[in-house]
């Protein structure tokens, strides 16, 4: 048993869960048992970084207590935990799952069990479904593509990922925003292949202001660091373009909206708009999203 967790079969890859936590202890645990009751899992590990409440602090303890593996470190952002995690564990597959929200049930044998299929995918992903202040099921791109990613970001922040490949790519190396976009761009740069499969992988949790809503509001000086931080990728986006599976009326869109003289802000929203009503997502879902961004 590891905290709770059965080990995955020795003659199938292992599978890690890395929960970073700063200050999460609230909903933690039960980030933690969603993944404990997951049939593939074989490693986690649970980073604190840097807490400082009191009450995250005898969570922790209590964890510890029960098996569960607690990496204790200065602080120093999502990015930086989550790399903590991956390098305590030995899994060769790594699922980061933020301490606030929780796996769906049964989504890594579902996920595994497509990269054991498939040795040339690096990445798998499915949809998440948002809950508690909103609640919707977030429908997420089907494939890593290069230039659609150099656009707008239709990836989830948690996917399951060979250890391997996340390694060579240097992980999550940003801190303060926009961590999860530049590993995509990471990925899709090396010619990694992803995938989506049709299944709810997690569940999000809305509450307050949450660190991908607070990074929107610094899009213009995240995307810039970005394009500083991946220039081959956005010079290749011509060629990239012609390749891309995206529908051709957002092939059409998405570089019509980047040229638009209204910011970048408010061009991200009108590009996920156009991806989202493109794509065929509920309209409802849309004016929901639109009006809790304002």
């Known amino acids: 048993m590891i905290g709770g967790a059965v080990r995955a079969e020795t003659n199938r890859p ?13 909903t933690l645990t039960e980030a933690v048992r969603s993944a404990q009751e997951q049939e ?32 204790h470190r200065d602080n120093g952002g999502l990015g930086a935990a989550r790399m903590t995690g991956v390098r305590a564990c030995q899994a060769d597959y790594v699922f980061p799952l933020d301490a606030d929200d929780r796996l769906a049930p049964g989504a890594l044998a579902r996920l595994a069990g497509a990269l054991d299929g498939d040795p040339s995918l690096a990445v798998v992903w499915g949809d998440y479904q948002v809950f508690g202040e909103r609640s919707y099921r977030q429908q997420t791109a ?31 190396e940003l801190g303060g925003g926009y961590e999860d976009w530049d590993l995509w761009m990471s990925l899709a740069e090396r010619g990694q292949r992803g995938r989506r499969i049709p299944i709810v992988a997690y569940e999000y949790r809305a509450h307050g202001v949450r660190m991908l809503e607070e990074a929107a509001t610094r899009h213009e000086q995240l995307y810039e660091l970005l394009r500083r931080r991946h220039p081959e990728l956005f010079a290749r986006r011509r060629t990239a373009w012609r390749r891309s599976p995206a529908p051709p009326p957002l092939k059409l869109a998405l570089p019509i909206i980047s040229k638009l003289p209204i910011g970048l802000r408010r061009r991200r929203l009108l590009a996920g708009a156009a991806n989202h009503l493109v794509r065929r997502r509920p309209v409802p879902l849309l004016i929901r999203r639109a009006a809790s961004q304002r």
């Not at 599978?15 to 202890?25: I, L």
């Not at 980073?47 to 990496?71: M, N």
């Open 14 to 26: 292992g599978v890690a869960v890395v929960v970073p936590c700063f200050n999460d202890g609230p």
């Open 40 to 71: 593939r899992l074989g490693e986690l590990v649970v980073v604190d970084d840097g807490s400082t409440d009191a009450p995250t602090k005898r969570i922790f303890t209590e964890l510890e207590h029960e098996g569960v593996r607690v990496v």
């Open 142 to 172: 089907d494939t890593l593509d290069p230039w659609q990613i150099t656009h707008q970001n239709d990836l989830p922040a948690s996917m399951l990922i060979r250890r391997s490949t996340l390694l060579e790519a240097g992980g999550w």
